[in-house]
């Protein structure tokens, strides 16, 4: 599975980055759209003018062997630059989202919000290529169900549990997101 990741991941540079080289932007304000992946997150931004954007993504990821594991989560921000220098933006972000996350038989859901600080590399050579990282401040109010064996009615049950984290976090979901910019 994470072979047929890379893969996908690697043809998806090679196409993006011959489609940045041969079509370099016109447009660096408002309505600009970028689309944006990692292994396992899509994400879309649209440019409200040039200092400050929307962004919004969806995370699915899919896992099976000894314990099957399905994420899911949602997000959605505001960012503004702080400072940009080509070939490099530095931006602030604030959000929000949901998340579940079930793992064999055990469920985790709950909402977050976020602030972080964000740096964009544009790729030499184009303004429609570039590659994303994000970090910042996440705080989750969680809702777990855990099921046990209760030796009372020896059956299966399950306990409810909820809570608040509060952590630095990767906010791309993978360490980094390229993304490339319709014009």
Known sequence: MKALRTIGLAVAVVALTGVA??????????????LGMNLGTLEATYSLNTQSALGAAVNLDLMTGDFDSTNFGLTAWFQQKLKSREPVDFFMLAGLGFGSQKVGTDKTSGFQLFAGLGTEYFLPGTKSLSIEAKLGLVINFLSQTVPFFNPVTLSMDSAKASGTEISFKDLTGGLFILRYYLD
């Open 21 to 34: 080289v041969a079509a370099p932007a016109q447009n660096q304000g408002e309505g600009r759209v970028g």
